[in-house]
T-cell receptor
Framework: AQKVTQAQTEISVVEKEDVTLDCVYE???????LFWYKQPPSGELVFLIRRNSFDEQNEISGRYSWNFQKSTSSFNFTITASQVVDSAVYFCALSEAGYSSASKIIFGSGTRLSIRP | DTGVSQDPRHKITKRGQNVTFRCDPI?????LYWYRQTLGQGPEFLTY????????KSRLLSDRFSAERPKGSFSTLEIQRTEQGDSAMYLC????????????FGPGTRLTVT
């Protein structure tokens, strides 16, 4: 069975601090996708990144970076020099890949990030 | 070009009433998904359609829930005899492929059962 665990329920940091959101996943599939989504107070899910299980390269996008390690089944997300606008709930998610699958997305329970000015 | 739209955005209903939500996917997207998100949790898969065919239903989808996608375009999710435990955000997503890499989420319908 597929499962995503986000052990950090809430994190609060002061603006400009770096913060890392942890994500650990379980799957028996050899091919899968990993995702991060942001959910601001408005409630809409904002897609941040998708990684294919074959691609373990870390990725950086501005102040955001992602560390994918298959050996530890982790896909951690770091925000550098955090800003108040980063305050939101962040979800890590997993989906089987493959055109014959349902491709439903399995979400973690989320980490609520609060950035204090 | 519009994204996935959902209607209504908010619904307040009394326990025991029936409610229906609508989702309009992005044009020509073959796949359509319904998810439910309760307070403090991540979204959970409910069901999905490939065109007009409903191919999988989660055990979360009790017999009070029914979803349709006539003609493979918009979809409706109906909840009969609502219960307070049905209070949640109902999210719809559509995809142009059978692969999960492109799932586009709508803004959701927030249901409150009083």
């Amino acid at each position: 069975a597929q499962k995503v665990t986000q052990a950090q329920t809430e994190i609060s940091v002061v603006e400009k601090e770096d913060v890392t959101l942890d994500c650990v996943y379980e799957t028996r599939d050899t091919t899968y996708y990993l995702f991060w989504y942001k959910q601001p107070p408005s409630g809409e899910l904002v897609f941040l990144i998708r990684r294919n299980s074959f691609d373990e390269q870390n990725e950086i996008s501005g102040r955001y970076s992602w560390n994918f390690q298959k050996s530890t089944s982790s896909f951690n997300f770091t925000i550098t020099a955090s800003q108040v606008v980063d305050s939101a709930v962040y979800f890590c998610a997993l989906s089987e890949a493959g055109y014959s699958s349902a491709s439903k997305i399995i979400f973690g329970s989320g980490t609520r990030l609060s950035i204090r000015p | 070009d519009t994204g996935v739209s959902q209607d209504p955005r908010h619904k307040i209903t009394k326990r025991g009433q029936n409610v229906t939500f609508r989702c309009d996917p992005i044009s020509e997207h073959n796949r359509l998904y319904w998810y439910r998100q309760t307070l403090g949790q991540g979204p959970e898969f409910l069901t999905y359609f490939q065109n007009e065919a409903q191919l999988e239903k989660s055990r979360l989808l009790s017999d009070r829930f029914s979803a349709e996608r006539p003609k493979g375009s918009f979809s409706t999710l109906e909840i009969q005899r609502t219960e307070q435990g049905d209070s949640a955000m109902y999210l719809c997503a559509s995809s142009p492929t059978t692969d999960a890499r492109e799932q586009y989420f709508g803004p959701g319908t927030r249901l409150t059962v009083t």
